[in-house]
């Protein structure tokens, strides 16, 4: 099991900037990827950004540019800096955490997410 606890969000100026951030507890070892989805008021949840085993940064067209990803493996943090912010980005958003469990010819994969935290953007 792996629980995520997510701090930050609330509400901004269209242009502001705000940071969010997740810390990860319990089986944190198993954890193979970090990151961000967004769902807003009647839209399917959406990837907005994430950091991979390869700690490569992936990366939503609408918040490229805009938005960065850092994943700390040692504290088992993941914070997403978000600037230029638009009102398109109000939504309430989602830590997620990806682990893999047991040996690579029997692994069994989980996702946990966050309460979720609300961000605003007003124009």
């Known amino acids: 099991q792996v629980q995520l606890v997510e701090s930050g969000g609330g509400l901004v100026n269209s242009g502001g900037s705000l940071r969010l951030s997740c810390a990860a507890y319990g089986r944190i070892r198993s954890i193979s990827a970090m990151g961000w989805y967004r769902e807003a008021p009647g839209q399917q949840r959406e990837l907005v950004a994430a950091?991979?085993?390869?700690?490569?940064?992936n990366y939503a067209d609408s918040v490229k540019g805009r938005f960065t990803i850092f994943r700390d493996s040692a504290k088992s943090t993941v914070t997403l800096q978000m600037n230029s912010l638009k009102p398109e980005d109000t939504a309430v958003y989602y830590c997620?955490?990806?682990?893999?469990?047991?040996?690579?010819?029997?692994?069994?994969?989980?996702?946990?997410w966050g309460q979720g935290t609300q961000v605003t953007v007003s124009s």
């Open positions: 950091v991979g085993s390869d700690y490569r940064p």
């Open positions: 997620h955490a990806h682990t893999e469990v047991g040996p690579v010819e029997r692994v069994s994969e989980y996702d946990y």
